[in-house]
């Protein structure tokens, strides 16, 4: 079974996808605890964060599935062929990544989801 760290964006992309207008909603989040510096991936409790005291502050991990969803909410656009070709050779880096398992799908989307908000 897959770890489920490799199943949700990393904690830098999560961070990097909240300042970008990330929607702030999923199952998994990750819980950074700045008194300790680690962090960790919880569910998200129902109910408010304030009853699920521990949280001292929480970012969304999306997941593939996430952001799938996501991804097919940004509007298509208009773009030069060098605009194009940028974004194929992006892509197939990413996709590269992917295979030699130096990335993970779900870190592959985040920097799509990113590339594309651009």
């Known amino acids: 079974m897959m770890e489920l760290k490799r199943q949700v964006v990393n904690k830098k992309l999560s961070e990097e996808l909240k300042k970008n207008g990330y929607p702030q909603k999923g199952l998994w989040w990750w819980n950074i605890d ?8 919880v569910a998200k409790p129902i109910g408010d ?5 521990i949280i001292k502050h929480h970012i969304v991990a999306p997941t593939v599935a996430e952001l799938g969803e996501e991804l097919r909410k940004i509007p298509g656009k208009e773009c030069s062929t060098e ?3 940028a974004w ?3 892509k197939s880096d990413i996709e ?3 295979a030699k398992g130096t990335m993970t799908e779900a870190d592959g989307r985040a920097k799509m989801w990113l590339y594309l908000k651009r």
């Open 34 to 41: 700045t008194a300790y510096k680690r962090a960790r991936i």
């Open 49 to 53: 964060w304030a009853e699920f005291n």
């Open 83 to 85: 605009e194009m070709l």
């Open 88 to 90: 194929k050779g992006y």
């Open 96 to 98: 590269f990544e992917i």
